[in-house]
T-cell receptor, first 113, second 116 residues
Framework: AQKITQTQPGMFVQEKEAVTLDCTYD???????LFWYKQPSSGEMIFLIY??????QNATEGRYSLNFQKARKSANLVISASQLGDSAMYFC??????????FGQGTELSVKP | DAMVIQNPRYQVTQFGKPVTLSCSQT?????MYWYQQKSSQAPKLLFH???????NEADTPDNFQSRRPNTSFCFLDIRSPGLGDAAMYLC???????????????FGPGTRLTVT
C-alpha cells in the first residue's frame, strides 16, 4: 500500500524568509512520481513541482524546490522568499505504478507580514 | 484559458434530492477523475475513467455514480445526498495513468456542495 505523511498540520513563516514543508512516503513500487500542490482558500488545486523517482537532481520551479532524499523516502518542499500570497494549504502527493494520485493530509502555511 | 471546467462552482441541494455535478476538459486527456474533499482533509479519490473504462474505488459508496458520455465530459451523480456528502468535489484529468506523467494532471476549480 502507498502512503503519504505530512506531519506539520500548520506552519508559520515570516514574509521573505524560506520555509520547508515536510513529506515522507511509503511505497513498494520501484517507479513513482512525487508532486506538490497548493490549494488556496478558493479550493482549486495548483500544481507546483514534480520529482520522478529516477531523477538524480532535485526539482526546482522558480521559488519552489523539492529536497528529494530517496533512501529516507522524503520529498520536502522548500519555498524561498515567502510571499503573502503563499498562504494556503499544501499537499504532497504520489503517483505509483498503478497510476492513481494519493495525497497526504496537507500542511496549512501562513505567511506573516 | 480554462482547461478543466466544473459547473456549478457552488451547489446547494436538499437531503435526499439527486444532484449532478459536471466536469469538462479541453485537453483531450484519456483519464478523468473525481475526488471528494471534506473540510481540512486530503482529497479522496472516488473513481476514474480511462477512456470509457470506469474504475471505482473500493470504498466509494454506491450513492455515488459517474458517467462519461464522451472524451470531454464527465458527470458525478449523487443519488440521495446525505449531510455527510457536503464537501468540495474536484475533477481532474491526465493524459494517461503512467507514473511518469508529471505535468499532465490538471484539476478543475471544484464544486462546493452543500446539503440542507
Amino acid at each position: 500500500a502507498q502512503k503519504i505523511t505530512q506531519t506539520q498540520p500548520g506552519m508559520f513563516v515570516q514574509e521573505k524568509e524560506a520555509v520547508t514543508l515536510d513529506c515522507t512516503y511509503d511505497t513498494s513500487d520501484q517507479s513513482y512520481g512525487l508532486f506538490w500542490y497548493k490549494q488556496p482558500s478558493s479550493g482549486e488545486m495548483i500544481f507546483l513541482i514534480y520529482q520522478g523517482s529516477y531523477d538524480e537532481q532535485n526539482a526546482t520551479e522558480g521559488r519552489y524546490s523539492l529536497n528529494f532524499q530517496k533512501a529516507r523516502k522524503s520529498a520536502n518542499l522548500v519555498i524561498s522568499a515567502s510571499q503573502l500570497g503563499d498562504s494556503a494549504m499544501y499537499f504532497c502527493a504520489m503517483r505509483g505504478q498503478g497510476g492513481k494520485l494519493i495525497f497526504g493530509q496537507g500542511t496549512e502555511l501562513s505567511v506573516k507580514p | 484559458d480554462a482547461m478543466v471546467i466544473q459547473n456549478p462552482r457552488y451547489q446547494v441541494t436538499q437531503f435526499g434530492k439527486p444532484v449532478t455535478l459536471s466536469c469538462s476538459q479541453t485537453l483531450n486527456h484519456n483519464v478523468m477523475y473525481w475526488y471528494q474533499q471534506k473540510s481540512s482533509q486530503a482529497p479522496k479519490l472516488l473513481f476514474h475513467y480511462y477512456d470509457k473504462d470506469f474504475n471505482n474505488e473500493a470504498d466509494t459508496p454506491d450513492n455515488f455514480q459517474s458517467r462519461r458520455p464522451n472524451t470531454s465530459f464527465c458527470f458525478l451523480d449523487i443519488r440521495s445526498p446525505g449531510l455527510g456528502d457536503a464537501a468540495m468535489y474536484l475533477c481532474a484529468t491526465s493524459r494517461d495513468l503512467l507514473w511518469q506523467d508529471n505535468y499532465e494532471q490538471y484539476f478543475g476549480p471544484g464544486t462546493r456542495l452543500t446539503v440542507t
